[in-house]
């Protein structure tokens, strides 16, 4: 089990130091149905170690030059709000609505990801602050819900909404994260108990997988990936799917 969990982390981080997201998807499935934690505990779980190895890609990408602070922290700031107002409606649905709405979510998000057009120019400009407000909140109401830390869906908010380059949109991404699920964890700790152990593992060998995903995201096209990834999610969120609704 400690071996699996070492590669569950260190795939987790991976995905957050390469593509700037997908760090949830991975974490409350893998918590849930390998680890054995319920759904609730999963969540809230899954907020500090996504938020932890996110914090660990910021420090990787900061390097790069692919962080914008002032719409991170725009954008962050009001997601977290949104977040933590949203944490505890969760709280009242059962354990198999709550994986449904992960899967339904998931498959929203997989399609997008293979459907969406990267944007045709890398020096695009912010859109303004109303589309930053809007995507911040949007993404913060969904993190503090489900328990997701955000990024596959902040990414094509930076991209599409804010107008931000790709490569730029994935390292600032992991800041946004970082905020919103601080707040997530803060609106679900009460009533929740933590599984510390476990936890140290998977933030042990995310911290290592985000280091290596932060190197590859230089060399490797982030779109073709995402859409590899986003096969993934899709075939994940159908598992899901078939097992709860039984």
Request: aromatic letters at 6%; one cysteine or more; glycine letters at 14%.
């Amino acid at each position: 089990m400690l071996f699996i969990d070492l590669a569950l982390g260190f795939a987790i981080g991976m995905a957050l130091g390469l593509l700037g997201g997908g760090g949830s998807v991975l974490t409350v499935p893998a918590l849930v149905y390998v680890v054995g934690q319920t759904p609730q505990m999963a969540v809230t779980a899954s907020l500090v170690i996504v938020g932890a190895n996110s914090a660990a890609g910021v420090f990787f990408h900061r390097s790069q030059g692919t962080l914008n602070w002032r719409i991170a922290l725009i954008f962050g700031g009001v997601g977290m709000v949104t977040a933590y107002l949203a944490a505890g409606m969760s709280k009242s649905l059962s354990p198999h609505l709550l994986m449904i709405l992960f899967a339904l979510l998931m498959l929203v998000v997989g399609a997008t990801m293979i459907s969406r057009k990267p944007p045709q120019c890398e020096p695009c400009q912010s859109r303004g602050l109303p589309a930053i407000i809007a995507g911040g909140a949007g993404v913060g109401a969904v993190t503090g819900f489900l328990g997701v830390g955000g990024g596959f869906l902040i990414v094509p908010a930076l991209v599409l909404l804010v107008g931000m380059p790709m490569r730029q949109a994935v390292g600032t991404s992991l800041v946004v994260i970082v905020m919103n699920s601080l707040a997530g964890v803060l609106g679900h700790l009460s009533g929740v108990s933590l599984d510390l152990g476990v936890i140290a593992v998977f933030v042990t060998a995310g911290i290592m997988g985000a280091f290596i995903g932060s190197k590859l995201a230089r060399r490797i096209q982030p779109d073709r990936l995402r859409q590899l990834f986003a096969l993934f999610v899709i075939g994940l969120a159908l598992i899901l799917l078939f097992d709860n609704l039984r």
